[in-house]
């Protein structure tokens, strides 16, 4: 019953259009009631527990790099960079898509920045080679999905925060796969357009290549300072947020010298208004977190699942095929707040290493971003390029089959993810 109460409170609260935040507050009230626990000091106390975190001040300083990075020029070198390399050959437009997406991955740790970026950027210069645009405008939402995984990730953040688990281990574990991602998506956009009749640009000569690399030496020295940073244990997840932030803060405004000091106030006031609304999900997640626990509710899951709880990737694909269903509804943040605390218990009881899982559960929530009808990333595309959001899921769907049947190989060989975590952590 208890169960039956916090889905269905939820879930009314969302049809009948209700902002998740509050969403989750409604159903943090019925579990309140139905365990006869109500008290608005409980609430408060959660509320404000739930934002008072300092790991989680990763995720403004994060947001506030991306804004800075896109803005700044950091992202458009990216671009100019995989198109010097890679350009020429045919399909070229698609493999600077992912190379760019992958870099800028490195960067903002954001799907909706990298996609946005990438679609004013990319799309109207695939479009005029030829390329269909549905397809194009579906491998660059594709793209999109891996900036949550490659690290600096907020979602990794986010789920640190949540299950109580190494940020850092989760940021190293989080390279191999996230790059496997990438691998699938060239051989993907390769077998599609093998027939399509592309003309490619002439190859960039040694000395445009290297214009292009040096122009871009900036922002590719950021994830070096980054991952170094986190590896050689020289600062905190969220210290590397802030030298993000003040780095392409010098960068863009001393280097570059694209972004001028008006242009700064409306960055800020983006990324203050994007970060605002995160931790205020996080912190209305955190009252439902605390009574899910109260209520016992992992006990509950574990109780449920006990027959494959001895057969971790049986229980690894279901946790995967549920998580799959839950992203075609639901946005990603609010995923990760409502199902970590449930799920976080049946993992540990199981046996299956929470680093391992929380990667897999980020790079499933990061397709979810591209699954219709919700979507999110498909409308940024939708509305940056000037598309139907019909076009952009037809596009989208080849690219977002192998993303899933990369994310299934990992389930089925863990080895893929924990072998090269251990190497990266130490």
Known sequence: MTIVVF??????????????????LASGLALMWHLDLFDAQIL????????????????????????????GGLSRRIVNLALALVGHVKGG????????????????????????ALTALLLPMMVKAGHDKARAGGLIAAVGVIGPVIPPSIGLVIFGVAANVSISKLFMAAIVPGLLIGGALWVTWAWLVRSEAIVPPPRK????????????????????????GLRMGIFTPTEAAVVAAVYALFVSTVIYRELTWKQLYAVFVASAKTSAIVMFLIAAAMVSAWLITVANLP????????????RPILLMAAIMVLVMVVGTAM????TILILTP???????????????FGVMFIINNSIGLVTPPVGTVLNV?????????DDVTRGVLPFMAAEFAVMFLMVAFPWLVTVPAKWFSG
Do not use: H
Request: contains cysteine; charged residues 10%; negative net charge.
């Open 342 to 356: 449930v799920l976080m218990p049946v993992v540990r009881e199981a046996g299956i290493d929470p680093v391992y």
């Open 44 to 71: 408060a106390q959660n509320l404000i527990g739930g934002a008072d975190s300092f790991p989680l001040l990763a995720v403004p300083f994060f947001m506030l790099a991306g804004e800075i990075m896109n803005v």
């Open 381 to 389: 595309v939708a509305g940056v390029g000037k598309m139907k959001m």
């Open 331 to 334: 946005d990603m943040t609010p």
């Open 205 to 228: 000569s040694l000395a445009e290549v290297a214009t292009a690399f040096r122009q871009a030496t900036w922002a590719l020295v950021l994830p070096v300072i980054i991952l170094v």
């Open 299 to 310: 006990g509950m899951i574990v109780d449920l699942l006990k027959p494959v709880m001895d």
């Open 93 to 116: 437009l698609g493999y600077v898509t992912i190379m760019a997406g992958c870099l800028l991955s490195a960067l903002s740790g954001s799907a909706v920045a990298d996609a946005a």
């Open 7 to 24: 889905i269905g409170s939820l879930l009314l609260a969302m049809a009948i259009g209700i902002p998740i935040a509050f969403a989750l």
